[in-house]
């Protein structure tokens, strides 16, 4: 299984930016979607979810109103468009795939970490 993240990078405060996330090697029908970032100091933190089927959603309040997650299934695509960032936006952006979430809210459950990892892209909003 391989999740491949890209899409991260310098913006100025107020700005955009478009987060991807290529899943692949497996069927992802019974699995939460997640994005999660890290501040340098703070702990890993759940942006934003959803399952590969159905219409649930999560959003962690920092980025609610300003943060989109959608997928698309036929790609095997996970997007986070990310609009008028912030300074404290400024993070390591990672997707994350957990089997067997039950909502998107779930893919964050500490006891329950995600099953796969994406490599982390950077994302630097400058004020």
């Known amino acids: 299984v391989q999740l491949q993240a890209s899409g991260g990078g310098l913006v100025q405060a107020g700005g955009s930016l478009r987060l991807s996330c290529a899943a692949s090697g497996r069927t992802f029908t019974s699995y939460g979607m997640g994005w999660f970032r890290q501040a340098p100091g703070k702990d890993r933190e759940l942006v934003a979810a959803i399952k590969w089927i159905g219409d649930s959603t999560y959003y962690a309040h920092s980025v609610r109103g300003r943060f989109t997650i959608s997928r698309d299934t036929a790609e095997n695509m996970v997007y986070l468009q990310m609009n008028s960032l912030k300074p404290e936006d400024t993070a390591v952006y990672y997707c994350?795939?957990?089997?067997?979430?039950?909502?998107?809210?779930?893919?964050?459950?500490?006891?329950?970490?995600?099953?796969?990892w994406g490599q982390g892209t950077q994302v630097t909003v400058s004020s």
């Open positions: 994350a795939a957990r089997w067997g979430a039950s909502t998107a809210g779930a893919v964050g459950d500490p006891n329950y970490p995600p099953h796969y």
